[in-house]
């Protein structure tokens, strides 16, 4: 399924000679180069790609649709990704609940066959929930098949029921067991919530309504510190806990405003959004001009292996409603770095994006880098 056929008719056309092959080097070449990587690791008996976990699935899917919407040519390694995954990846559902929490992983297969059924992609994690709520999202915006946005809306229907008493009256845990409310589980739900009330005119009051009940909840607690960037989470009295500033948690919240602000307009979500975004480039971007990760290079596995193409790919999303200067050369630095610094001979990508390639490279890494790459192709 493989996308082979050479792209030679491309603006900005720069073309090296490499022993006898002619190959183009531009944005969108490097993206479908670096996609024909990624699928060397999709396994389609468990819709994933082999080695990284469940909620990286749902980022590499989710690049995946982002690439077919800029470069139809990969449209049909898209549609094989998107219906093998919903058809077979609930058997590979870690940890299935919360209703169908007793249900062991093995007795899940016959269970492939109610593609569709939105119980059978949760697991007991709620922030998992959203990144495949986002992903099929993203698979509908690009097929307009209602199935995905169907499914979309069946999981984010099941994350309702776990919004929460704590902290100001809401918000949502990070999983059915804790206690712990952190950011990414709320900015998914923030984002999810707004990009359903741009899809579903039906149900669009209700969708705004949960959209903006997370963020007046958000805004109101103490996720941001004192640098403007948003911390990990709240301590049990509900203040910041100080804990890692990752770059996917200054990214979601900012495609969740810019499909907000989409829904229900209102000056003050770009504002916000635009805050963050600049405090987060302020902390993260290093002085070589590329988006860092306070774990690199040893200490990111197995999840923040995943974040930066997550930020990345969210300020994009500002980037095309508000632009700025700043926000396109992290986006443009970056993609460059990669892909002369830090891409293997097999055109794989690691995770320290000013390179070299060093400790693990997996699925997790390289479609964080492509979000990068694919993020170039659209920047303006
Ligand atoms: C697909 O994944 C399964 C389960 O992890 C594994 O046993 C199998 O070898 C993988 N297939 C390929 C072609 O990688
Ligand atoms: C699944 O992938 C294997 C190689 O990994 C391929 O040979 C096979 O044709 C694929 N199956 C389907 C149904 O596409
Ligand atoms: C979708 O996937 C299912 C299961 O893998 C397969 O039976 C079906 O033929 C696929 N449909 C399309 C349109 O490829
Ligand atoms: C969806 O899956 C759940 C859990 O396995 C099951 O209880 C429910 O009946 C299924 N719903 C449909 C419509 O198949
Ligand atoms: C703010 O930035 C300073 C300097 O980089 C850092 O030491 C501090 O931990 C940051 N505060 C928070 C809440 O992240
Ligand atoms: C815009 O949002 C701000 C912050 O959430 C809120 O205080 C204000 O009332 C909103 N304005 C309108 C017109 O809804």
């Keep these: 399924m493989l996308f082979s056929a050479p792209r030679l008719l491309v603006p ?19 993206a479908v180069t670096a996609l024909e990587a990624l699928q060397e690791w999709y396994n389609n008996s468990t819709g994933l790609w082999n080695t990284v976990g469940w909620w990286n699935g749902a980022n590499c899917l989710t690049v995946i649709a982002d690439l077919a919407a800029l470069d139809p040519t990969v449209m049909d390694t898209a549609d094989y990704v998107f219906n093998t995954t919903y058809n077979v990846a609930p058997v590979s559902n870690p940890d299935p609940g919360p209703e169908v929490k007793t249900t062991k992983r093995e007795f899940l297969a016959p269970r492939a066959s109610s593609a569709g059924n ?3 992609w949760l697991d007991s994690a709620y922030d998992d929930d959203g990144w495949w709520v986002l992903a099929w999202i993203a698979a509908y915006d690009v097929t307009e098949e209602t199935r995905y946005l169907q499914l979309a809306e069946g999981i984010f229907e099941a994350l309702t029921k776990a919004w929460g008493t704590r902290c100001g009256g ?5 999983n059915p067991t804790s206690t712990y409310v952190n950011s990414i589980t709320n900015e998914l739900f923030l984002s999810a919530a707004a990009h359903l009330a741009n899809r579903v005119p039906a149900r669009k009051s209700y969708y705004v309504d949960w959209a903006q009940k997370e963020w007046n909840w958000f805004a ?31 990214g979601v919240v900012l495609g969740g405003l810019v499909e ?30 590329v988006l860092h990760e306070f ?24 980037q095309n409603v508000s632009p700025h200067d700043s926000y396109k050369k992290v986006i443009t630095n970056s993609a460059n770095s990669i892909w002369e610094n830090d891409r293997s001979d097999q055109n794989r990508l690691g995770v320290v994006w000013s390179g070299p390639v060093v400790s693990t490279v997996d699925p997790s890494t390289h479609c964080s880098a492509m979000d990068a790459l694919v993020a170039a192709i659209a920047v303006k």
Aim: charged share 20%; with cysteine; glycine share 10%.
């Design 170 to 174: 809401g918000g949502l845990p990070w």
């Design 12 to 30: 900005a056309l720069t073309v090296f000679l490499l022993s006898g092959l002619t190959v183009a080097d531009d944005a969108t070449s490097r």
């Design 260 to 289: 907000l602000n989409i829904a229900a307009p209102n000056s003050s979500y770009l504002e916000s959004a635009n805050k963050i975004a600049k405090a987060a480039i302020e902390t993260l971007v290093g002085s070589d001009g």
């Design 118 to 120: 939105a119980s059978d």
């Design 220 to 250: 109101a607690q103490g996720f941001i510190g004192e640098n403007g960037t948003i911390n990990d989470g709240l301590l049990d009295n509900c203040e910041n806990n100080g804990a890692t500033v990752w770059s996917y948690n200054q």
């Design 295 to 318: 774990c690199e290079p040893d200490d990111c596995e197995p999840d923040a292996t995943q974040f930066k193409g997550i930020f990345i790919r969210n300020l994009l999303m500002l």
